[in-house]
């Protein structure tokens, strides 16, 4: 099984809401951090916001902050990335993405240990 499985990726107009699930197995949910990183067609990939799980404390991009929500069910073994007030720019793949060592500080995607296989959202004007 996959470590890293998401969900809930779909079209949506602008101002409207989705909701991401990844769901963890496989590793110690408690010891990594998790976070979302999104790559739209042609650029590169960035990182969008992150939870520490031992701890909740999480971490947002300036483009999300205030619209995105990411959070954790322990119990789930799952972390969800509510958005909200979605825009035409936010459209892209959303990746789930696992570190044992990330901490949530601004990092390079190929320096992250665990992908998902991404979510596809796409946010109509």
């Known amino acids: 099984e996959a470590p890293l499985v998401e969900s809930g990726g779909g079209l949506v107009q602008a101002g409207g809401s989705l909701r991401l699930s990844c769901a963890a197995s496989?590793?110690?949910?408690?010891?990594?951090?998790i976070g979302w990183f999104r790559q739209a067609p042609g650029k590169e990939r960035e990182g969008v916001s992150c939870i520490w799980i031992i701890d909740g404390s999480t971490e947002y991009a300036d483009s999300v902050k205030g619209r995105f929500t990411i959070s954790r069910d322990n119990a789930k073994n799952t972390v969800y990335l509510q958005m909200n007030d979605l825009k035409p720019e936010d459209t892209a793949h959303y990746y789930c993405?696992?570190?044992?060592?990330?901490?949530?500080?601004?990092?390079?995607?190929?320096?992250?240990?665990?992908w998902g296989q991404g979510a596809p959202v796409t946010v109509s004007s």
């Open positions: 993405v696992a570190d044992k060592s990330w901490r949530c500080a601004p990092i390079s995607a190929k320096y992250l240990d665990l």
């Open positions: 496989g590793f110690t949910f408690d010891d990594y951090a």
